[in-house]
């Protein structure tokens, strides 16, 4: 028995290191590695049994194809070679019939490791294919921030042990910041205040000395009403502002119009709370905001992110250690060429761009526009993740649409698809990680081979590339020979690193780089952009979400149990979670007779969805909350919380705006479903 190092391939901005117990041909254990420089030997109870999933009986491991109704499980083996024939053959027609705008990839965060993730690039750019726009997760928090700081870095969570206050901002760090939270637990116990600003306080609550709840979509609102206490009081560092900020002036003649009782009126937030919070903020030295991505996943998401970073500079906070934003762009890279894997010079067309969170609209498809002939889905779980899922299903019920699905599992996507390719796991194929949320970078090697007839998404687009007759040697290399040439070539993050870091990407492991400098603005202006010429609303301001007419505004929230809609093949998780509930205030709950644990239907202009109710005083009065991402199959009418979320996007960055849609809910008890009105 022999110990690999290798690491998480999951959607989370930590990329932990591994240590994986195996004979070469089956894993027996996993847990943490202490000796990463990241979290230090702490994992995620998902990841403690991570050899449950690889080893699961519920695995696919053949080619499949359909052989009855889109929808449904029917399915049966077939070969490889049956496999690439009929794909390419379907995509040969496709180009021949209706050109490259008729063939779309579609993938997002179901393996975050680089080259498995986005070497599907080379072959649709070789194609010809649509340019998928990948927005579905925080694009929206990166373009307020970057209208703000550019390229600067922000607090690594390392260095959150050097806060003396945090203010936690729409971030369940339970769920997605596991190895953050000790800094918390200690912060606390020096005397160090947590505040949390939240529209669903849920797990976070117990940790905090303070809970703001806040109706969604109105963040900016809070930010702009702090602002204004902070500038009213002479409590924002204006020294700072004026020599290191473009627009200070000008942005705060703005702020007297935003007082803290206009913001009460807006986010719900008292006005008393609003000027003892501005002022505790302003009485710390190194005060740190931890942001989330909820807040950034509105109409108004990129807005309200810029806001809460000029917040962040307007005591002075980034010149000191611990003071700033944590939560957005870390700094550290580029570490590699990802050209190198993408090879946009395989292009030779400018591509149709389809946007991820539109995925119900390209199917359905628009006067003028080229019809969606052939989907190939690897990584990502659309139905069970994506707006409009009733839209999306009607998409993929098209007899004239052929969908391929790389999955390891029958999840309700690949349920849909045409041909289904057995993909494999993290350990089972070698690959490169650069964290989204810290500065460290790693490598990890095969460790097992890859079980029955599996194979990685590198080999599989090999494959149908030399299917296609394309002749370019980048096709014909293994994923092995891609690591080392990456990693022979470095980017700046990686040119600086000692023997003993490149030995251990090497052999596999994480290694830490350098934090950025907080203060080295990289920006077109060489300060913090407040006020930014190159955008439409140059002066920062408040803007409404997208809203709706129904009464309740409806927001999606993650779950510890479960990542997106990963690990739902983990029996012990999925009932740990418990059923599809949907968390309402009291109050809310008492004008329509519902109690806790009763059985209700949420509803809008875009569907309707069963739940159980969860009532608790830790959500905002007129708000509603869905934990989690579920199977179909766990819901009384197989739809899931995305069939009530419209496509419409974010103000900047083309996000997903999951948590801008608005509901009506109803007890189900002692009625039926003829007696709803809906």
């Known amino acids: 028995m022999t110990i690999f190092k290798s690491i998480c391939p999951y959607d989370c901005p930590t990329t932990c290191g591994l240590l994986v117990q195996s004979d070469g041909t089956r894993i027996f254990r996993v847990k943490g590695d202490p000796e990463d420089p990241v979290c230090g030997g702490v994992i995620c109870r998902k990841m403690q049994h991570y050899e449950k999933s690889i080893h699961s009986p519920e695995r696919i491991y053949t080619p499949l194809k359909r052989n009855g109704k889109k929808g449904e499980d029917c399915f049966e083996p077939i070969s490889w070679d049956e496999a690439v024939e009929t794909i390419t053959g379907k995509w040969k027609q496709a180009l021949s019939e209706y050109g490259p705008d008729s063939i ?44 703000v700081m550019g390229d600067t870095g922000c607090l690594d969570p390392r260095e959150l042990a050097d806060s003396d206050f945090y203010i936690v901002w729409g971030s369940n760090m339970k769920a997605t910041r596991l190895q953050s939270m000790p800094d918390l637990v200690k912060g606390r116990k020096q005397g160090k205040r947590v505040v949390l600003i939240e529209c669903f306080a849920g797990e976070m609550a117990e940790y905090c000395d303070r809970i703001v709840l806040v109706k969604p979509g109105t963040d900016g609102a809070l930010a702009l009403a702090m602002m204004h206490v902070l500038a009213k009081e002479g409590l924002d560092d204006a020294d700072f502002l004026q020599n290191e900020a473009v627009g200070y002036s000008e942005f705060k003649a703005t702020l007297g119009q935003y007082t803290p009782e206009w913001a009460e009126s807006v986010c719900g937030v008292s006005a008393q709370v609003i000027i003892e919070l501005a002022r505790e903020y302003a ?22 992110v810029r806001l809460i970073t000029i917040l962040s500079t307007f005591t002075g906070a980034w010149q000191r250690p611990g003071g700033g934003v944590c939560g957005c762009n870390p700094g550290g890279g580029p570490f590699i060429d990802m050209d190198r894997i993408t090879r946009p010079d395989l292009r030779k067309n400018k591509g149709r761009k389809v946007n991820i969170n539109q995925l119900a609209m390209a199917l359905k498809g628009e006067q003028g526009q080229t019809p969606i002939r052939c989907l190939h889905i690897y990584g990502s779980n659309p139905v ?37 390719l057995p993909a494999t796991f993290s350990v089972e194929q070698s690959d490169c990680y650069s964290s989204y949320g810290y500065c460290s970078f790693g490598a990890a090697r095969k460790i097992i081979p890859a079980p029955g007839e599996c194979k990685s998404n590198w080999d599989i687009f090999c494959l149908l590339a030399q299917g296609m007759g394309y002749a370019e040697k980048h096709f014909q290399r293994s994923e092995d020979e891609l690591l080392e040439e990456l990693l022979s070539y470095p980017e700046e993050g990686l040119q600086n690193i000692n023997d003993a870091q490149r030995e251990t ?54 779950s510890t149990e479960t990542l997106n809609s990963i690990f739902l093949e983990r029996e012990g998780l999925v009932q740990s979670r418990g059923a599809m509930s949907l968390v309402m205030n009291p109050a809310d709950a008492a004008d329509r007779s519902i109690s806790d644990g009763d059985k209700i239907v949420a509803f809008n202009d875009m569907g309707k969805v069963y739940f159980d109710a969860h009532v608790t005083p ?25 069939a009530l979320h419209h496509e419409r996007l974010s103000d900047m960055g083309e996000a997903t705006t999951l948590n801008d849609n608005t509901v009506e809910v109803r007890s189900l008890t002692g009625l039926q479903e003829s007696d709803l009105d809906l």
Not at 117 to 143: E, H, I, P, W, Y
Not at 283 to 304: C, D, H
Not at 530 to 551: A, S
Request: proline letters at 5%.
């Open 283 to 304: 009485a710390a030295s190194a005060p740190a905001i931890i942001l989330g991505s909820g807040n950034s996943r509105y109409g108004n998401g990129g807005m309200t």
């Open 618 to 642: 830790l959500i905002a009065y007129g708000t509603v909350a869905a934990v989690g991402i579920f199977k179909s199959s766990q819901s009384a009418n197989r739809n899931l919380v995305n």
């Open 104 to 147: 779309l990839p579609f993938y997002y965060s179901g393996v975050m490791s680089l080259i498995q993730r986005f070497c599907g690039d080379a072959l649709f750019n070789r194609m010809g294919a649509c340019d998928l726009v990948k927005t579905l997760c925080a694009s929206a928090k990166g373009a307020g921030y970057k209208a």
């Open 384 to 420: 069970g993740s994506v707006s409009n899922q009733l839209g999306i299903r009607q998409g993929l019920e098209n007899p004239d649409l052929f969908t391929v699905v790389h999955e390891r599992f029958m999840t309700d996507t690949a349920r849909y698809a045409d041909i289904i």
């Open 505 to 558: 990407l090497k052999i596999g492991g994480m290694i830490s780089l350098p934090f950025a400098d907080h203060t080295d603005w990289k920006t077109p202006a060489g300060k913090v952009q407040i006020i930014n010429d190159d955008l439409d609303v140059r002066i920062p301001q408040y803007q409404e979400p997208h809203g709706g007419t129904y009464p309740l505004r409806l927001i999606a929230v993650p």
